[in-house]
Nanobody
Framework: QVRIVESGGGLVQPGNSLRLSCVVSGVIFSRYDMGWYRQVPGKPREFVGVVTNSGDTNYADSMKGRFTISRDNAKNAVYLQMNSLKPEDTAVYSC?????????WGKGTLVTVLS
């Protein structure tokens, strides 16, 4: 059974940093591209960035320079380092694992940047 669990969300002041973690079990983690997405209630889900199974990264333009994604295959984990946070970064951040036809999502972790 595939399980994806995000953690690290919380309340933060503008300008501060937060690091989210996503741990995956039930799959051969190193095969999967790992993406981060975010969603504000009532709005479409938004792509944040992805780290491929070969370690390449790609980010949404609005996240470049502030957000960094990394992975640790030994820990079956992917991380989202968020710096210089803004109130508009407030959202539920979810992790996605994809490989071929496999497509798994976590339930997300809430990040609230106070305004």
């Amino acid at each position: 059974q595939v399980r994806i669990v995000e953690s690290g969300g919380g309340l933060v002041q503008p300008g501060n940093s937060l690091r989210l973690s996503c741990v995956v079990s039930g799959v051969i983690f190193s095969r999967y591209d790992m993406g981060w997405y975010r969603q504000v209630p009532g709005k479409p889900r938004e792509f944040v960035g992805v780290v491929t199974n070969s370690g390449d990264t790609n980010y949404a333009d609005s996240m470049k320079g502030r957000f960094t994604i990394s992975r640790d295959n030994a820990k079956n984990a992917v991380y989202l380092q968020m710096n210089s946070l803004k109130p508009e970064d407030t959202a539920v951040y979810s992790c996605r694992a994809t490989w071929g036809f496999d497509d798994y999502w976590g339930k997300g972790t809430l990040v609230t940047v106070l305004s």
